[in-house]
């Protein structure tokens, strides 16, 4: 099933073209890794996939249906985003601002205090936040507020992800535990998601597909057994590539 389509869909920046003509399908039970150099457009892609910033021509349809023709609610019960740079100026407790990825739902989902509590614990158990959950944000690590985000995400339960350097600030248990529980649930038939990231070894490791953007307009979209290959990297990172073989596939290295 496709959730996300891009027909022709062209992303500009003032005095250049960072995509164009780009048709892409996200099917439910893929996770699509996005990797460029910067100012290639990552960003700008999911920003717009979300609707929150307008492309310079193509169009972008949610199950079939033009983007812009749902409301902001209608999206958000849809889709989440993690921005790469979030900052919470509110004095509020770990729980009270994971709640929030509740309120696109609210009005349509009938719940008592207690499937609230327990859907607020669980997520923020998934990312090892539960012993801290009465603490105010404001005393949380930088790697500790970005695993609230990524748990205020797992409360809002979209159907797309779209996550933006998820493992910034984030130690390697964490890393790998977070690409781990997304990886799972872009395997389900009813998720999938969307990364942008330079952690490329990560990303190749946990994802299933790929979108490569050269910065220049150019694109490359696939599954990553089919389109990853160091010639590949080489052109997108303008830089040599040596190849080593891994437990979990490739290991790509600037040489």
Known sequence: MTVLSCQQLQLNVPGKTLVS???WDIEAGQFWLVIGRNGSGKTTLLQTLAG????????ISLHSQPLQQYRRRQIAQRMAILFQHQESGFPITVQESALAGRHPHRGLWD?????????VFSALQTMDLASVMQLPVDQLSGGERRRLELATLLIQDPELYLLDEPTNHLDLHHQISTLEHFSGLAAAPQHCVVMASHELNLGLRYCSHVLLLYGNGAWEAGRIDEVIDPERLERLYQHPMTVQPGSHGNIYLPA
């Open 21 to 23: 003509g780009l048709d």
């Open 52 to 59: 929150l910033r307008p492309a310079a021509g193509g169009e």
């Open 111 to 119: 719940w008592s205090d207690q499937d609230q509590h327990e859907t």
